[in-house]
């Protein structure tokens, strides 16, 4: 049976289009995933007006699915960044 996995993918606006500039793997706790995507900065309704966007996305069988998307700024993302390495380093080494 194939585990479900979560990540974290931001991408970069450039001109007409988004690249992907980062992805980090939270690992198969859907609940802390999901508690930890609600905490971020950011706008989850009007993405498309941020330079930034940051996708919570499920793989299961090699199949990817779009849970949540928010649009965030520069600052926002930094300090969004900080909380995910930091709720990430301590559920990992911690098994909480």
């Known amino acids: 049976m194939t585990e479900e996995k979560y990540f974290i993918r931001v991408s970069m606006k450039v001109q ?12 198969a706790n859907e609940i802390y995933v999901i508690d930890l995507f609600h905490e971020l900065e950011g706008d989850f ?13 499920k793989e299961h069988a ?3 699915t779009m849970i949540a998307c928010l649009g965030c700024s520069l600052t926002e993302f930094l300090n969004n960044s900080k909380k995910i390495i930091k709720e990430t ?5 911690l098994s909480v």
Request: overall charge positive.
């Open 16 to 27: 007409s289009a988004f690249i992907e500039i980062a992805r980090f793997s939270l690992g």
């Open 45 to 57: 309704v009007d993405v498309a007006h941020y330079p930034l966007r940051i996708e919570l996305i």
């Open 62 to 64: 090699m199949r990817y």
């Open 89 to 93: 380093f301590r559920i990992m080494n």
